[in-house]
Every structure is written in C-alpha cells, then in structure tokens.
C-alpha cells in the first residue's frame, strides 16, 4: 500500500503517533497470535503463565471444559490480531482508529479481570497483581503487556502526543 501524498507530491504524514502504531500494528498482533498459539498447543505453559502456582499446579490434568474456554481465549485472541491488522493498518482516519481503541480498551477491562482472577482475586490472594515488584517473569510479559497496552490506548483516547484534542481533530 503507497503512501498518500499531497498535491505537491510530499508524503503526507500519518496521522496517528508512530509508538501507536508500532503497539497496535506489530506487538500487540503478534503478542495475540502467539498467545492464542499458547493456549491452544501449549496448554499447561500458558496456564503456568497467566496463573499464579497456587491458582493452577503445573502439571495438573485438564477438563475438556479448560480445553473449551482455552479455545474460545484463543479465538478471541486471533480476532484482537486480526482486527487490528485488517481494520487498523490500512487505515488513516482517526474516526476508525478512536472506535477500534474504544472498543479494545473495553476488552482490556475483562482481560485485567480474568488476569486478576488468574492471580489469584477471588481468593484474595492478588497481592502481584496489584504490584509489580511482586511479579514473576511470567507476569512482566502477561501483566506488563496488559497494563501498558490499556494505558497506552487510554493516553490514545485523552490525544496524548497527538497535539492535543483541537490538533487531533483538525487532522481528521
């Protein structure tokens, strides 16, 4: 796909920050796609991952119903990768990306949810959840990537380096 270009012939900038693009176009599609591979062809791994040791013992046997919730992670894993690269990528209208942000920042919320349910919340025991000095490798990469992506999709939404609201708007 060309670069849209002005009258004059010069490459008309992208309106929407390069740290955006590089989190939505390339991490976080190729983080969705390989956890989505994790939950479905490396099960206990990825459980040992999102989980705390004393949410789920490595090694303990699965029930079809954790088989059939992994897959439905998966595929909604895939589709958060795909939406952004089919929806996202091609697009240069501000309007399209607020959408998709606003609608991915709601899905952020139940992801921290199921993460703090996973750490342990419902039996009170989500102390690193709530603490990064507490986390485990496991969680920089699960925790980590979750919080940065919805702060930094909430700093998207406030026009956090894109020249204020007015700047953002005029650029539409």
Same mark, same amino acid.
């Given at each position: 796909?060309s670069?849209?270009?002005?009258?004059?012939?010069?490459?008309i900038?992208?309106?929407?920050?390069?740290?955006?693009?590089?989190?939505? $176009?390339? $991490?976080?599609?190729?983080?969705?796609?390989?956890g989505?591979?994790?939950?479905?062809?490396?099960?206990?791994?990825?459980?040992?991952?999102?989980t705390q040791?004393?949410?789920?013992?490595?090694?303990?046997p699965?029930?079809?119903?954790?088989?059939?919730?992994l897959?439905?992670?998966?595929?909604?894993?895939?589709?958060?990768?795909?939406?952004?690269?089919?929806?996202?990528?091609?697009?240069?209208?501000?309007?399209?990306?607020r959408?998709?942000?606003?609608?991915?920042?709601?899905?952020d919320?139940?992801? $921290?949810y199921?993460?703090?349910v996973?750490?342990?919340?419902?039996?009170?025991t989500?102390?690193?959840?709530?603490?990064?000095? $507490?986390?485990?490798?496991?969680?920089?990469?699960?925790?980590?990537?979750?919080?940065?992506?919805?702060?930094?999709?909430?700093?998207?939404?406030?026009?956090?380096?894109?020249?204020?609201?007015k700047?953002?708007?005029?650029r539409?």
């Open positions: 796909m670069s849209p270009t002005s009258t004059s012939g010069a490459a900038p992208h309106p929407v920050p390069l740290v955006y693009r590089l989190f939505h $176009l390339y $991490l976080e599609p190729f983080s969705a796609i390989v989505a591979a994790q939950s479905l062809f490396t099960t206990p791994t990825y459980l040992s991952i999102i040791p004393n949410v789920y013992v490595s090694g303990a699965l029930t079809s119903l954790n088989h059939l919730l897959a439905q992670v998966a595929s909604l894993y895939v589709l958060l990768g795909v939406f952004e690269l089919t929806v996202l990528r091609p697009s240069r209208d501000l309007k399209i990306w959408g998709a942000i606003v609608a991915i920042s709601c899905s919320v139940g992801h $921290l199921a993460a703090w996973g750490q342990g919340g419902l039996e009170g989500s102390g690193a959840f709530w603490d990064p000095r $507490l986390w485990r490798g496991e969680e920089w990469i699960n925790l980590g990537l979750t919080w940065f992506g919805f702060f930094l999709r909430l700093a998207f939404l406030a026009g956090v380096g894109m020249g204020g609201v700047g953002a708007r005029k539409e």
